[in-house]
Structure formats: structure tokens, C-alpha cells
T-cell receptor, first 113, second 115 residues
Framework: GENVEQHPSTLSVQEGDSAVIKCTYS??????FPWYKQELGKRPQLIID?????GEKKDQRIAVTLNKTAKHFSLHITETQPEDSAVYFC????????????FGKGTTLSVSS | ETGVTQSPTHLIKTRGQQVTLRCSSQ?????VSWYQQALGQGPQFIFQ???????GRGNFPPRFSGLQFPNYSSELNVNALELDDSALYLC??????????????FGPGTRLLVL
């Protein structure tokens, strides 16, 4: 079945450093790739997404890249801050509308000051 | 915060019982997807409802069922509860129609504990 693998499972960085989280997906029909941030006890919050017709997207300190041929996509956070500490999930769509998502297992990011 | 709400926030049931969870979608949204998030894991897709019909299902048994109402709110029903059903249940709403893939927004979740 469809699968999304996410690495690393934990990531510790110093404030101001960059953080990179990588995901691979199995379903070649996937066309939508969102990233969610989830703080303890809270709902997943969309931080950035990318569609299959785009290779890269940036929003201030956050960027996502997509390599459809290799079925890889990555999240890049620059100038990390302590408030970036959370669990980050990548996901890939398994339907055309992008409303059915397969999630990775998550990356716990810790930013120390 | 999104306009997606869920009730109740917490629920405790015993094995074998039945439970109904509710989700109100964001205004203007016509699609609701349900996910189960076990502790320390990513959300798992259960199913989605579009225009009051189930329109896609993940790898969950038939004892997980749902409804969508004319106002696009939705219910998730779980029969014959098992201990492994203990999880955070999330709904997410989106507007699906002509055009590009639509972003979906999550509700705060219902935390279910099965004893």
C-alpha cells in the first residue's frame, strides 16, 4: 500500500541553525504534499504545502522542495528559534482532491537557545 | 485557529461499547476527512465524506463508520470498541470542487480512551 517515510525521527539544533527533514513517498499518483507542525496536545497546523507541478516553495524561514522523479520532498527551516520546537509531519495525498493524506511518522525538532 | 470544531474534547469508554464523535467543518467547506492518531504516531486516514457520501476509505474495519449532514458537519461512529482504538481522533475539512488541490484544516481532536 501507499507509504510515506520520514527522517530523522528526532533532530536537535542550536538556535539560529538550519533544520532539514526529508520524506519519501511510494504512490506516483500523489500530487499534494503538505507539512504540518504539531505542538503537544494541539491540532496539526499546516505550515507549508507544495503541489506536484512546483519544484520549490518558500515562505519566510520555511521552504519545501519536491523531486517527483525520486519521490522525495524536504522541509527546510532556516534561522531556527526555540518556538520552532515541535513535532513535524510530512504527508502525501492518495486522492486527486488532496483530501486523503498519508502521513509520515513525524520528526521531533528541539531547538535549544 | 481554524474554524473546524470537534466534540467532545475527551471521552472514556469501556471495551465493547460504541462511541460517536462529532465534527463541524469550516464555513464554506464541503468535505470532511477523519484521521486516527495514536500516541507518538502520525495521523492515519480513516475515511472522508463529500456531499454526504463516503468518498474514500483507509485501512480501517467496517466498525468504523460515519455520516455527513446537509450542513457538511460529520460524525464518526465506532462500534465494539477495542483497547487499540484509544487515540486522538482528528477531523479535517476542505472545499473540494473544480480547480487545484485544496488545503484541509484540522480540528482540535477528540481524545478517546478505551478501558
Amino acid at each position: 500500500g501507499e507509504n510515506v517515510e520520514q527522517h530523522p525521527s528526532t533532530l536537535s539544533v542550536q538556535e539560529g541553525d538550519s533544520a532539514v527533514i526529508k520524506c519519501t513517498y511510494s504512490d506516483s499518483a500523489s500530487n499534494y504534499f503538505p507539512w504540518y507542525k504539531q505542538e503537544l496536545g494541539k491540532r496539526p497546523q499546516l505550515i507549508i504545502d507544495i503541489r506536484s507541478n512546483v519544484g520549490e516553495k518558500k515562505d519566510q524561514r520555511i521552504a519545501v522542495t519536491l523531486n517527483k522523479t525520486a519521490k522525495h520532498f524536504s522541509l527546510h527551516i532556516t534561522e531556527t528559534q526555540p518556538e520552532d520546537s515541535a513535532v513535524y509531519f510530512c504527508a502525501a495525498s492518495i486522492n486527486q482532491a488532496g483530501t486523503a493524506l498519508i502521513f509520515g511518522k513525524g520528526t521531533t525538532l528541539s531547538v535549544s537557545s | 485557529e481554524t474554524g473546524v470544531t470537534q466534540s467532545p474534547t475527551h471521552l472514556i469508554k469501556t471495551r465493547g461499547q460504541q462511541v460517536t464523535l462529532r465534527c463541524s467543518s469550516q464555513s464554506g467547506h464541503n468535505t470532511v476527512s477523519w484521521y486516527q492518531q495514536a500516541l507518538g504516531q502520525g495521523p492515519q486516514f480513516i475515511f472522508q465524506y463529500y456531499r454526504e457520501e463516503e468518498n474514500g476509505r483507509g485501512n480501517f474495519p467496517p466498525r468504523f463508520s460515519g455520516l455527513q449532514f446537509p450542513n457538511y458537519s460529520s460524525e464518526l461512529n465506532v462500534n465494539a470498541l477495542e483497547l487499540d482504538d484509544s487515540a486522538l481522533y482528528l477531523c479535517a475539512s476542505s472545499l473540494v470542487g473544480g480547480g487545484p488541490v485544496k488545503t484541509q484544516y484540522f480540528g482540535p481532536g477528540t481524545r478517546l480512551l478505551v478501558l
